[in-house]
């Protein structure tokens, strides 16, 4: 975890897989990459998210990240200030632009002929117990580029001294067209009961279903 100098309001956290998410509130710009503890090091990370409270990316601060082949886009963020070193290297590297339908991340991988992918929806927790097990469930709907959508399912059980944690991963695919016709109560039939309630309440899985079937609606060109 990394604790912008500049501005009290932002925070980096690191992931597996290279992942930087950004978080906080308000703008994000080139004098947050000045931060605590030492040895930030912009250039080792290949995924760069900007998750739910960024609303501005200033310029200067995109381009510090010289190893980046995939860029997420929160729908809070509502500009991403673009230089022409940034939009020489998202070309030059082919980037994958992630993010929700109709947002500032499709709408700037259209404008640079960039790929877009949605970004992935976390689904909700469930738990579980019985006899002294007890189990957590996180749910995730992922998407590829190159396949169908799935279900991510990570399992959390502690184990039996104090520190020992047991588990598993997941993955269910789902058609290709599971959307068709889809809606919240209806996506509910791919999970258990107790994801239920999780599950009405969430308004980017909502978003999605409502858009993926809207514009599988024929235009009056087609008609």
């Not at 930087?20 to 994000?28: C, P, Q, S, T």
């Amino acid at each position: 975890m990394y604790f912008s100098e500049h501005n009290e309001k932002i925070t980096f956290s690191n992931e597996s897989g290279g992942i930087l998410k950004v978080e906080g509130k308000g703008i994000v710009c080139a004098e947050d990459l000045d931060a605590r503890p030492g040895l930030f090091q912009p250039e080792k990370y290949t995924k760069l998210y900007f998750m739910k409270g960024i609303t501005s990316v200033s310029k200067g601060f995109i381009e510090a990240f010289k190893s980046m082949d995939c860029l997420i886009i929160a729908r809070s963020v509502k500009s991403v200030e673009m230089t022409p070193e940034l939009e020489k290297y998202l070309k030059d590297n082919n980037v994958l632009i992630r993010g929700e339908y109709n947002s500032l991340a499709e709408r700037l991988a259209k404008k640079l002929g960039l790929r877009f992918l949605h970004s992935d929806i976390f689904l909700g927790w469930t738990s579980f117990e019985s006899d002294g097990y007890r189990e957590s469930n996180k749910r995730t709907l992922c998407f590829r580029l190159d396949g169908p959508p799935y279900i991510y399912r990570e399992i959390f059980t502690p184990g039996i001294s104090a520190g020992n944690n047991g588990g598993a991963e997941l993955s269910e695919d789902l058609p290709e067209d599971f959307y068709v016709g889809c809606d919240l109560e209806g996506f509910t039939y791919n999970l258990p009961v107790k994801c239920e309630e999780a599950i009405m309440k969430n308004k980017e899985l909502e978003r999605f279903l409502k858009i993926s079937n809207q514009r599988l609606k024929p235009s009056k060109k087609d008609s």
